[in-house]
């Protein structure tokens, strides 16, 4: 009940966001009033779910995702325009990825959940 509530605010606010900002800025300012409302669509549901389920996921874990899509995001934006850097920015965080989980595999076959 709680978390259908976070959904309906969050689209409520996306929508209210979107008729402020598109007369204003066109179908960019769309993408992101939908990143803003995701975004905190997706801290409200980790901060409800983990009252409820008595936190089942780390908290740093948690930190760990928002900060790695958010440095992507920023990373990715930056480097649009040029083709050959994005990349190369592309295949090294697919290896930073790969590196990471053949190191870590040990605790992702556990999952992620809270020792």
Do not use: D
């Not at 930056?78 to 083709?83: D, G, L, P």
Request: proline share 1%; charged share 10%; with cysteine.
């Amino acid at each position: 009940m709680i978390l259908s509530m976070c959904v309906c605010v969050c689209a409520i606010i996306n929508i209210i966001l979107n008729a402020v900002l598109i007369p204003r800025a066109g179908a960019v300012a769309a993408c992101y009033t939908t990143v803003v409302s995701y975004f905190l669509l997706f801290i409200l549901t980790g901060i409800v779910s983990g009252k409820c389920m008595k936190h089942i996921y780390s908290k740093k874990v948690f930190l760990c995702f928002i900060l790695w899509i958010s440095g992507v995001s920023v990373l990715s934006y930056t480097v649009y325009e040029t083709m050959w850097i994005r990349y190369i920015v592309y295949g090294s965080l697919l290896m930073i990825i790969l590196i990471y989980t053949y190191v870590k595999r040990s605790e992702w076959k556990g999952g992620i959940w809270k020792k």
